[in-house]
């Protein structure tokens, strides 16, 4: 009996006997001589113990027997197909679902005009967005809960994860007309202590980085304001409820109309990178490798 349930040809072969009623139109179905069907059919009655077909001047007629086999062999052997189908359909990426990590600034400034030509040329492949900051993206792809993220340096990617930077940012201090005699003027550092400071929460890579770049020129602040997002940053900017720390991009819009202006300063703060990051210990999907390549 083992040896009967392990060997699938012969139910495929009953599967297409059963659904046609034709040794013939069976043998056509699976391109193998007929012969070689009635042999099958044999083997597998031999080996159940049963007979699961009756011999009948318009074909082959199931049994009662072959009536039971045959409603469980057939769901089972279309489940199957259809499997085939959706992975032949992921492979042709007409199916399937790609999990990307990303913050808000490297989903808006960089990735999103990616995501839009990817679901034009690939419509039936799901997207899910997981948004969250740098630390806890290189967490979800430390535990295989996204397929790869798109980050922001300065992070500690260590041997488990692959980076490849992607696009160069600037980190920028910008204020409103209140603070307009810091305007014109080159700053040292350390004069950002005496003015109202809004800032990103402490769990982003965008704050750690500062913070550690203002402690290098002996500058300690204590913001005002702590923000969840950095449009929440440049909107309390335009209010003039402080100095904003921001990446470029983000104010991009109300510089160039005048509304905030950025403040200079005699050292240049360090640029930073977007990073496209995939874990080393597995694979990606397909899909997941198609938009990878797409952004890079």
């Not at 600034?105 to 034009?120: D, G, K």
């Not at 967005?129 to 300065?154: H, M, W, Y």
Request: hydrophobic content about 40%; charged content about 20%; overall charge neutral.
């Amino acid at each position: 009996m083992n040896g009967i349930t392990g060997n699938l040809e012969y139910f495929k072969v009953f599967y297409y006997v059963a659904k046609s009623g034709s040794v013939t139109r069976a043998a056509g179905e699976l391109s193998i001589s007929q012969p070689a069907v009635s042999q099958s059919l044999k083997l597998l009655e031999k080996g159940i113990g049963v007979t699961l077909f009756e011999r009948c001047s318009r074909g082959m007629k199931l049994t009662a027997e072959g009536r039971v086999l045959y409603a469980h062999v057939e769901k089972g052997y279309e489940q199957i197909v259809q499997g085939v189908e959706q992975v032949v359909r992921m492979q042709n990426l007409e199916l399937g679902e790609v999990r990307i990590g990303a913050s808000d600034m490297t989903l808006r400034f960089y990735l999103l005009p990616f995501l839009e030509t990817f679901h034009e040329k690939y419509p039936g492949i799901k997207v899910i967005v997981t948004n969250a900051p740098t630390p806890q993206t290189l967490q979800l792809l430390r535990e295989g809960k996204i397929d790869f993220g798109v980050v922001s340096t300065p992070f500690s990617s260590g041997e488990d994860l692959q980076a490849v930077p992607v696009r160069e940012i600037e980190d920028v201090f910008v204020a409103g007309r209140k603070f307009m005699a810091y305007k014109n003027r080159t700053l040292d550092f350390q004069e950002l202590e005496n003015l109202p400071m809004i800032f990103l929460e402490g769990h982003t890579s965008t704050r750690s980085c500062m913070d550690a770049f203002l402690a290098e020129n002996g500058v300690a602040l204590q913001p005002e304001f702590e923000l969840a997002t950095s449009d929440m940053i440049v909107q309390f900017a335009l209010r003039n409820l402080g100095v904003g720390c921001v990446v470029r991009q983000f104010a991009a819009e109300y510089l160039e109309s005048g509304l905030l202006f950025e403040l200079r300063f005699n050292k240049m703060i360090p640029r930073r990178n977007f990073c496209v990051v995939r874990s080393e210990r597995w694979q990606p999907p397909m899909v997941a490798q198609k938009l990878m390549e797409l952004i890079l």
